[in-house]
T-cell receptor
Framework: SQQGEEDPQALSIQEGENATMNCSYK?????LQWYRQNSGRGLVHLIL?????RETHSGRLRVTLDTSKKSSSLLITASRAADTASYFC?????????????FGTGTLLAVQP | GAVVSQHPSWVICKSGTSVKIECRSL??????MFWYRQFPKQSLMLMAT?????????EQGVEKDKFLINHASLTLSTLTVTSAHPEDSSFYIC????????????FGPGTRLTVT
């Protein structure tokens, strides 16, 4: 399967703590993206990191990318109860005639108030 | 900008019937649309890629005769689940991209299909 792996599968933290999620993938990528999904809802795009970047930030989000290890991490600082959701990494790969996204297995984050 | 809608948001159908799900890009032209399915507590699995005016490309293991995809215009793609069975019950999500070479995808809110 092309699907990437994420760990942990589930993470429970207290409000104010930081949450770190990791993603590993298998193929060469153009970029890697992180998405959030609230239960039973659609996806919300959070942040994108290009293959030639090692780190990027957006607000409370920090993403790192190590292409030599084919891995990425998402750090959410000062977490809030509203951050409770599933988080997915998605690698953007060249799929022949069309570029496509391959999603990781996801991390379920629960932030306790 | 870059809004994608899906209709219906949820549908219940009887086993053996067919159901059509629409995916529309509301404020941009989508050369390419993608269809994903997601089982409870699992990730999104790409089912197929459709380019406007051409046949869809299905991922390995996805039955093209069961999941019919039509991308008739630059703002509309449809997924028809034919002869639905309970195991087809899932969350179906579409996304739209402004170009075949673009890595941007804008996701719809999803359609919950329940087959009884």
């Amino acid at each position: 399967s092309q699907q990437g792996e994420e760990d942990p599968q589930a993470l429970s933290i207290q409000e104010g703590e930081n949450a770190t999620m990791n993603c590993s993938y298998k193929t060469s990528i153009n970029n890697l993206q992180w998405y959030r999904q609230n239960s039973g809802r659609g996806l919300v795009h959070l942040i994108l990191i290009r293959s030639n970047e090692r780190e990027t930030h957006s607000g409370r989000l920090r993403v790192t990318l190590d292409t030599s290890k084919k891995s990425s991490s998402l750090l959410i600082t000062a977490s809030r109860a509203a951050d409770t959701a599933s988080y997915f990494c998605a690698t953007a790969v060249y799929g022949g005639a069309t570029n496509k996204l391959i999603f990781g297995t996801g991390t379920l984050l629960a932030v306790q108030p | 900008g870059a809004v994608v809608s899906q209709h219906p948001s949820w549908v219940i159908c009887k086993s053996g019937t067919s159901v059509k799900i629409e995916c529309r890009s509301l404020d941009f032209q989508a050369t390419t649309m993608f269809w994903y399915r997601q089982f409870p507590k699992q990730s999104l699995m790409l089912m197929a890629t459709s380019n406007e005016g051409s046949k869809a490309t299905y991922e390995q293991g996805v039955e093209k005769d069961k999941f019919l995809i039509n991308h008739a215009s630059l703002t509309l793609s449809t997924l028809t689940v034919t002869s639905a069975h309970p195991e087809d019950s899932s969350f179906y999500i579409c996304s739209a991209s402004p170009g075949r070479r673009s890595y941007e995808q804008y996701f719809g809110p999803g359609t919950r299909l329940t087959v009884t």
